[in-house]
C-alpha cells in the first residue's frame, strides 16, 4: 500500500487539473457572453433604423415628427398601411415587382444552369474563353449599357411591358460563375457512372445534377430575387404608365408633388413596410437552403 507521503502529490495534482479546468471553463464562458453581446449589438445597431421605420408606420403625422421621437408603435398602423396601400396602388405595384423580380431570377437560373453545365461537362474549341467573356459581361452592368439597351427594347416596341422588364435583365454572368464552381466540385465519378448506365447528358443533368444543386440554388434565388426586386434604374426609364411601375419606383407617388408641401412619413413608411415584406417571405421561406447554400451541406 502506498503511504500518506506518496499519495499527497497525487491528490495536489487532481485538485489542480479541476481548478485548471474550472478557470479554463469560466474564461470559455467569459468568451461566449463577450461574443454574444458584440452580436446582440451589432443586430441591434443594423436592425434599428428598420425598426424606426416601422415604428413611424404606426404613427400619427404629429407623432412621426415630434421631437424627441417617439420610438414604441403607436394604434394608426391600420389607417396608415390603408392610406399607403390605396394612394399608392400597392397591389399593382406589388404584382409588377412580383412578375419581374420571378421572371428575372427564374430566367437567369436558367441560362446559369445551363451555361456553366455546358462549360463543365462538355469539351469544345475556346471553352476557356468562352467562360471569360461571359464573365468579363460583370464589368458592363445595366447602367452601363442602359442606352443602347433601351434603344432596342423601344424599337422592338417593348416599352411598358413585362418583356421589355424583365428580358434584358435575364442574363447572369454572376449565375453563371457560382454554378460552375459548384459543378466542378461534383465528382467525376457520377459522370462516369451515369455514362456506364447508359444515361445521356440531359439525364444526367435532370437526375443527378440538378438535385444535388438544390441548396446552391436556393442561395442564388434569394440573392437575385433581392436584387431583381430592389431594380430601379431600369423599370424607371422602361416604364411610362403608372399601370407598369414596379413598387420601388411606385412608392413615390406616396410623396407630395410640389415641394412646398410636408410628405406624410408616416404613411411613406408604411408603404416601405409593404414593399419590404415579400422579399423578407422569400428569405425565411429558402432560410433552411439558402444557409446550406453557403455553408455547404451539413456532413
Request: aromatic share 8%; proline share 6%; no cysteine.
Given at each position: 500500500m502506498k503511504s500518506?507521503?506518496?499519495?499527497?502529490?497525487?491528490?495536489?495534482?487532481?485538485?489542480?487539473?479541476?481548478?485548471?479546468?474550472?478557470?479554463?471553463?469560466?474564461k470559455i464562458a467569459r468568451d461566449q457572453i463577450a461574443a454574444h453581446l458584440g452580436m446582440i449589438a451589432a443586430v441591434a445597431v443594423i436592425s434599428f433604423p428598420l425598426y424606426y421605420a416601422f415604428v413611424i408606420s404606426t404613427q400619427s403625422m404629429d407623432q412621426a415628427i415630434s421631437r424627441p421621437p417617439?420610438?414604441?408603435?403607436?394604434?394608426?398602423?391600420?389607417?396608415?398601411?390603408?392610406?399607403a396601400w390605396v394612394r399608392a396602388d400597392m397591389g399593382r405595384l406589388l404584382l409588377n415587382s412580383l412578375v419581374v423580380a420571378g421572371a428575372t431570377t427564374v430566367g437567369k437560373i436558367v441560362l446559369s444552369l445551363l451555361s456553366a453545365f455546358a462549360i463543365v461537362y462538355f469539351d469544345f474549341?475556346?471553352?476557356?474563353?468562352?467562360?471569360?467573356?461571359?464573365?468579363?459581361?460583370?464589368?458592363?452592368?445595366?447602367?452601363?449599357?442602359?442606352?443602347?439597351?433601351?434603344?432596342?427594347?423601344?424599337?422592338?416596341?417593348?416599352?411598358?411591358?413585362?418583356?421589355?422588364?424583365?428580358?434584358?435583365?435575364?442574363?447572369?454572368?454572376?449565375?453563371?460563375?457560382?454554378?460552375?464552381?459548384?459543378?466542378?466540385?461534383?465528382?467525376?465519378?457520377?459522370?462516369?457512372?451515369?455514362?456506364?448506365?447508359?444515361?445521356g447528358p440531359m439525364r444526367f443533368f435532370w437526375s443527378i445534377l440538378?438535385?444535388?444543386?438544390?441548396?446552391?440554388?436556393a442561395a442564388l434565388f434569394v440573392v437575385l430575387f433581392i436584387s431583381g426586386w430592389n431594380e430601379y434604374?431600369?423599370?424607371?426609364?422602361?416604364?411610362?404608365?403608372?399601370?407598369?411601375?414596379?413598387?420601388?419606383?411606385?412608392?413615390?407617388n406616396l410623396l407630395p408633388n410640389t415641394g412646398t408641401d410636408l410628405p406624410e412619413w408616416n404613411v411613406?413608411?408604411?408603404?416601405?413596410?409593404m414593399a419590404l415584406l415579400p422579399p423578407v417571405l422569400v428569405v425565411l421561406g429558402l432560410q433552411r437552403w439558402f444557409?446550406?447554400?453557403?455553408?455547404g451541406p451539413e456532413k
Open positions: 500518506l507521503a506518496e499519495l499527497a502529490p497525487a491528490g495536489r495534482d487532481k485538485a489542480a487539473a479541476r481548478v485548471s479546468r474550472r478557470v479554463v471553463a469560466r417617439l420610438l414604441l408603435p403607436s394604434v394608426h398602423a391600420v389607417s396608415n398601411y390603408v392610406q474549341r475556346l471553352k476557356g474563353l468562352v467562360f471569360w467573356m461571359i464573365f468579363v459581361t460583370l464589368m458592363l452592368p445595366v447602367p452601363i449599357r442602359i442606352v443602347p439597351t433601351y434603344q432596342v427594347i423601344s424599337d422592338l416596341g417593348w416599352l411598358n411591358t413585362y418583356t421589355g422588364l424583365t428580358v434584358p435583365l435575364i442574363a447572369s454572368a454572376t449565375g453563371t460563375f457560382l454554378l460552375r464552381q459548384f459543378f466542378r466540385t461534383v465528382p467525376a465519378e457520377l459522370a462516369e457512372a451515369a455514362q456506364l448506365d447508359g444515361a440538378l438535385p444535388n444543386s438544390v441548396t446552391n440554388l434604374l431600369w423599370p424607371l426609364m422602361i416604364t411610362t404608365s403608372a399601370e407598369m411601375r414596379v413598387v420601388v419606383v411606385g412608392i413615390q411613406v413608411m408604411a408603404g416601405a413596410m444557409v446550406q447554400g453557403l455553408l
